[in-house]
T-cell receptor, first 115, second 114 residues
Framework: GQQVMQIPQYQHVQEGEDFTTYCNSSTTLSNIQWYKQRPGGHPVFLIQLVKSGEVKKQKRLTFQFGEAKKNSSLHITATQTTDVGTYFCAPLERNSGGSNYKLTFGKGTLLTVNP | DSGVTQTPKHLITATGQRVTLRCSPRSGDLSVYWYQQSLDQGLQFLIQYYNGEERAKGNILERFSAQQFPDLHSELNLSSLELGDSALYFC?????????????FGPGTRLTVL
């Protein structure tokens, strides 16, 4: 299956600083989703990117899909303590032996914010 | 609150035992997905059901099985439990069987195998 690397694994910032997490693949991705999981919580869907070079914004969050569709990033401007959690990228991967697809979650980036 | 419910919230059992985890999808959702989350493996897709039928299979062990019932709730059965099966098990649901649909995750069941 495809190899997806998410970096950094951990990031600690001061409140108000920016934050970026990157998701890199060795193969071309058809589609990628991003999720956030608060400590002790469950993953919550944030966004889906499909088109090459796509950029989507949700308030202080900016999501990008690379031109070659091999990487994606999530950028948070002026972090707040409510941004604390683990951010996962989840590219679609073809299920081995069939025509079905599955979401393959990256290891995630744990963001902590110092108030 | 995603609308997906999972029971029980916590489960403590011994090696070799069998347990059943239950999931009720959001009202109107036809697909149910099961995931395992552990510290070393991260979030791993196990299996998907759509309207009672198995749709996709991921990294699910042979000791594990699942089913989706006519009322669309789903159960994940884990047997011959090993210490390494200790993990958080999430259920998610989506409207249709299309993988690009938004998945709504339940609160999870924390399984501890002693």
């Amino acid at each position: 299956g495809q190899q997806v690397m998410q970096i950094p694994q951990y990031q600690h910032v001061q409140e108000g600083e920016d934050f970026t997490t990157y998701c890199n693949s060795s193969t071309t991705l058809s589609n990628i989703q991003w999720y956030k999981q608060r400590p002790g919580g469950h993953p919550v869907f944030l966004i889906q990117l499909v088109k090459s070079g796509e950029v989507k914004k949700q308030k202080r969050l900016t999501f990008q899909f690379g031109e070659a569709k091999k990487n994606s990033s999530l950028h948070i401007t002026a972090t707040q303590t409510t941004d604390v959690g683990t951010y996962f990228c989840a590219p679609l991967e073809r299920n081995s032996g069939g025509s079905n697809y599955k979401l393959t979650f990256g290891k995630g980036t744990l963001l902590t914010v110092n108030p | 609150d995603s609308g997906v419910t999972q029971t029980p919230k916590h489960l403590i059992t011994a090696t070799g035992q069998r347990v059943t985890l239950r999931c009720s999808p959001r009202s109107g959702d036809l697909s149910v997905y099961w995931y395992q989350q552990s510290l070393d493996q991260g979030l791993q897709f196990l299996i998907q059901y759509y309207n009672g039928e198995e749709r996709a299979k991921g990294n699910i062990l042979e000791r594990f099985s699942a089913q989706q019932f006519p009322d669309l709730h789903s159960e994940l059965n884990l047997s011959s439990l090993e210490l390494g099966d200790s993990a958080l098990y999430f259920c998610a649901s989506s409207v249709s069987g299309v993988i690009t649909d938004t998945q709504y995750f339940g609160p999870g069941t924390r399984l501890t195998v002693l």
